[in-house]
């Protein structure tokens, strides 16, 4: 088993850390895990990414190579990444911000998720956009366990924003969870909707297929 991860945005958004924090995760639960980033010159505002490589074998190549998830959080970075996405057969899932405009010309499968409305909205903390971002993608792979996913938060964030990121992750499962119960995965997801949330988790009750795996 061996999963690719690819998270995009722009500098100052956190990705960096994201990607420290998933593979952490990882390790918690016995599994093997690399994390690379690269992004430009700018402190902020500037293009970033961050892979991260999570197998049960040794991993020979530290970089995502077909990723399985891809993160964008902006419209360039969806236009840079998104093209190649399912290119070797479909399997590649793209998690978008809602405020991003989707392509027609971008085949793979999408989920439109208000990762940066639920930090800033529900939150009130814009930059914990990455931890939100981050609770998406662990609920949507089940790459590493919540409990993991928690320990690992609370190891990386700044001292005193525990409970501020640890409630950014939880409003990221949420969001999973909403996610992973629609059927048409180009449909944007409703915010600051309790009936929505548990609408989502009755779905789960009766489905089982593979959708998001």
Known sequence: ???EFRLSGSGGQGLLLAGIVLA???ILDGKNAVQTQSYGPEARGGASKAEVVISDEDIDYP????PDYLLALTAESYRSYGPAMGSGGGRGLIVVDSSVPLSDEIAARTVSVPILETAAGKLGKRVVANIVALGVLGGLSSIASRAS???AVANRVPKGTGELNLAA???????AEVAASRRDV??????GRAAAIE???KARLGRDDGRYR
């Open 199 to 201: 609408d989502s988790r």
């Open 149 to 151: 996913l928690e320990a």
């Open 186 to 191: 180009r449909q944007a997801i409703p915010t």
């Open 63 to 66: 970089k995502a190579t077909d």
């Open 24 to 26: 952490e995760a990882a």
């Open 1 to 3: 088993m061996r999963v």
């Open 169 to 175: 992750l939880r409003a990221g499962f949420e969001l």
